[in-house]
């Protein structure tokens, strides 16, 4: 019997990479689950055996194209793989459908099959009909000029000005709203996972996206353990990497690892597309913030609940420190703004394909979005100013 416990958690495109300017559609699609064993417990940090099938038609329809894969799941059990590395993939003429996905697991890392899950593949797999629509034939008439749309102050063959931003489904939209959206955008795919699992919240503050919280990572990039040193001659005396917490303190993990420079040196602490900063970044960071004697206070949150007494001119206006926590989450989430000023702020909980689920008004400190009627996958938690399309901080949430 097959067992139930395989999750999906996202069937997308990722829209992919492009060669050249008028490049067809590249032959690959993304594809993320969350894999648990028999007894419903994630399966963490380990290789996994993925045979893939499309079928066409029909669930058991006829098989179009099939490929093997050993993955490996991260530990919160999410495994991430790219499907079309086999021949075959690029000929199958997606306007043939519909198509069917189904993914068989064997959690030992073989092929013995024990976790089977069955899709349609409904929307993005048709991106890729679009490479069978480069040619057209056949007649089109044209009615309308553009000068019948277009304003006063507006003439053919210039630019529309004063255009109002888009309120319905098929109106235009503006350069301001498409680079807004395109902000939140950069901010939404710059999510950070480390080597360890550890998930970290992103804040755009100018024109630089830096990390929200500490580096807390016990592993470097490629996933070699950074030595753990406790003792302060043994630390003093260190001419290799190393880390430690502070006080030598599991309980300070909330506050980041502490690495000697050795550590920082090797140039495979931080995740994949990140790095330490230089100090002409810091320098970008402070003048962007006013000056080197203001631009801490807000950096930092306010009140004393993980800074001393009296932390006088903390303010965290560039909103370094939301969190929001546990994630991975089974049932409800909480929303904390260390800042005691929730003003104009609300929340937009979106699955991973952009769709809006909830939409509300911050008025604490403290909210709690209940998620537990959620289906396990990957949402997206923005944070928003009130009159702004663009992301205080987004956070990448995990659905159990």
Known sequence: MKNPFFTSVLFTACIFIIQNAFAQAPGKLSYQAVIRNSSGQLVTNQAVGMQIVIFQGSIDGNVVYEEVQTPVTNANGLVSTEIGGNAGFDAIDWAGGPFFLRTDIDIGGGTNYTITSTSQMLSVPYALHA?????????LTETQDLSDVAAIDNSVNT??????????AQDAA?????????????????RVQDAEGNLYSTVK?????????????TLYRNHEAIPLVTGNTAWTNLTTPAYCWYDNDDANKIYGALYNWYTVNTGNLCPAGWHVPTDEEMTTLINYLGAPYIAGGKLKEAGIAHWCTPNAGSTNESGFTL?????????VLVLRIENDNCENLFYR????????????????RKTCINMGGLMPAVYYLSVIKTGSLEGIVVFKIIKN
């Open 323 to 331: 969190s929001a926590y546990p994630n991975p989450v089974s049932d």
């Open 205 to 217: 503050i100018g024109n630089q996206v830096w990390m929200g919280e500490n580096l807390r990572t």
């Open 159 to 168: 630019q529309l000005k004063d255009v109002t931003d888009p309120t319905d």
């Open 131 to 139: 490479k069978t629509a480069e040619a057209f034939t056949g007649t």
């Open 174 to 190: 503006t350069k301001a709203y498409v680079d807004a959206l395109v902000s939140e955008i950069q901010v939404l795919t710059t």
């Open 349 to 364: 909980l979106s699955d991973i394909n952009g769709r809006q689920i909830e939409n509300s008004e911050i008025t604490d």
